[in-house]
């Protein structure tokens, strides 16, 4: 219960639209503190959208997002830059910059942000290559790594400036069994290790409520579901059923909202 | 006829605030401050990038460019007997239109295409999202240094396409149809104004490169980022940039020598 009354991060009633499509329709849900967030959800009910409504990216129609008492959507954009420093993000993609070594990529945020001189900037570089086992791979171009070594060197970079939270988009993705054992590792290792406040964003379901503390779910533009993975694994909610059970049939309509077939034939 | 008249002012406004969007990201790139000032370095690469590697271009262009005009200035004037006047005739042509023109047009389609097509690369694959939640602004760190490259390097390629030019033009003029050497250069150097024709042609250059950097920064930093979008957003640059460069040249042309 401590944990509800110091969230790091709070949704408070926010609506928010695509153009004319309603994603949002007035959600409140709380990150804890030092804890893993697993945001679930079905496709396109929004839980990218959530992450980059919480970075800054993305403004609410209405209602308001505080990161650490900050109230993200009313921030400058030189206050929205400080703060995004004590965040890290790990993209889908890993979005590691292609024209940079393994090496520089995870230097690249120490060398723009701080004053560190080169050997402590090697030595800061090696130990976060080192957190995700990558150490070895530190002279490599990122064209020569794995999908999810790239992923686990953008990890490193995420982690570079010790950032208070992380989050994580989709990061389980297209990974075979032993990849995606490694990056649940990781994420709770690093969780614990470093005292950080994780979100993670996944389909994958079981893996994720494995290593979650707390869940969101996300689903026709609500939340649906937010408490403890053992309370969801409980819930009679129809719509949480038939997320963990991964029916057809339910809440969540197989077709895209649309006129019946009889009136556009 | 509504319904028509909704498509135009539609359209109006979507460009107005396509143009209003490309004002504020030039002005957050350029005028927007950074506490690292300004990175040289990134601007070094840039000038390499886009000026450097476009050196052979121009200088193959502007020696065929000069070496035509020194054929076709010839076959003209040789009627009037006054193929004297040929260095006259490549130096200006040069100097106040193809050069500037010439030099904007390849670089738009060198240069402007590879920066949309960079930029659009970098968020199709989430590295300016990246970029930005680690606090660095990729306004200030990857369209700064590129727009201000191409406003660096586009005179300097106009200068030697223009020198290139004159060296063909002398080359078929002087060397291959005969005329005097003496007369080719005392007649283009008594005849070429510095301020009137070179710094008028370099200022097109300037006002140019600004057009057509801006255009390709623009285009690339907006675009829809799938791989559709990249090569619409990559040919809408080289469209508008060349449009653009054929406008402005008019108007510049008619404020600079039209005497309006």
């Known amino acids: ?265 | 006829m509504l319904g028509y008249l909704q498509r135009i002012g539609l359209a109006a406004l979507s460009q107005l605030s396509n143009l209003g969007r490309a004002g504020l990201i030039l002005a957050q790139a350029v005028f927007g401050r950074s506490r690292a000032g300004i990175h040289w370095h990134l601007l070094i690469d840039q000038v390499y990038a886009v000026g450097v590697l476009s050196l052979s271009i121009i200088i193959v262009s502007g020696l065929f460019i000069g070496m035509v005009l020194g054929l076709q200035g010839y076959t003209i004037l040789v009627n009037y007997g006054s193929e004297q006047a040929l260095g006259q005739m490549v130096a200006l042509s040069l100097t106040r239109e193809l050069g500037p023109v010439v030099t904007a047009l390849l670089f738009a389609g060198r240069a402007g295409s590879a920066l949309t097509a960079e930029i659009g690369l970098m968020k199709v694959t989430e590295q300016l999202a990246s970029l930005e939640m680690m606090g660095i602004d990729p306004l200030r760190r990857v369209v700064a240094p590129r727009f201000w490259a191409g406003v660096i390097s586009l005179p300097i390629l106009s200068l030697i396409f223009v020198s290139v030019g004159c060296l063909g033009g002398a080359l078929v003029g002087v060397s291959w149809l005969g005329i005097d050497s003496g007369s080719f250069w005392a007649n283009m150097q008594a005849s070429v104004s510095f301020y009137d024709d070179v710094v008028n042609g370099m200022i097109k250059s300037v006002i140019f490169a600004l057009v057509v950097t801006w255009i390709a920064v623009y285009q690339g930093f907006d675009l829809i980022p799938t791989s559709e979008g990249i090569a619409r957003a990559t040919t809408r640059t080289v469209v508008y940039a060349s449009l653009a460069i054929l406008g402005l040249d008019f108007f510049l042309t008619a404020v600079m020598f039209g005497g309006i």
């Open chain 1, 1 to 265: 219960m401590s944990e509800l009354l110091d969230p790091f991060i709070t949704v408070e009633n926010v609506v928010f639209r695509r153009e004319r499509r309603l994603i949002y329709d007035g959600i409140s849900a709380h990150v804890p503190r030092g804890k893993i967030t697993a945001i679930v959800g079905p496709s396109g009910a929004g839980k990218t959208t959530l992450l980059r409504l919480i970075g800054g990216q993305l403004i609410p129609g209405s209602g308001d997002i505080k990161v650490d008492g900050l109230v993200v959507n009313q921030l400058k954009r030189k206050q929205l830059f400080e703060l995004r420093k004590r965040m890290g993000v790990l993209f889908q993609s890993g979005a590691l910059f292609g024209e940079l070594s393994v090496f520089d990529n995870v230097a690249f945020p120490l060398r723009v942000h701080t004053e560190l001189d080169d050997d402590l900037i090697r030595l800061v570089v090696l130990m976060k290559l080192e957190a995700v086992g990558l150490r070895g791979a530190f002279d490599l171009m990122p064209y020569e790594l794995s999908g999810g070594m790239q992923r686990r060197v953008a990890l490193a970079r995420a982690i570079a400036l010790d950032p208070e939270m992380i989050m994580y988009d989709e990061p389980f993705v297209g990974q075979d069994p032993i990849g995606l054992g490694v990056l649940l590792a990781l994420v709770k290792r690093l969780n614990q290790a470093l005292d950080l406040t994780s979100i993670v964003v996944s389909h994958d379901l079981k893996e994720t409520l494995s290593i979650a503390d707390h869940v969101i779910m996300m689903a026709n533009r609500v939340v649906a579901f937010e408490g403890t993975p053992q309370a969801m694994r409980g819930s009679e909610d129809r719509l949480v059923q038939q997320f963990l059970n991964g029916s057809p049939d339910g809440p969540v309509s197989f077709h895209y909202s649309a006129p019946p077939l009889l009136e556009v034939v």
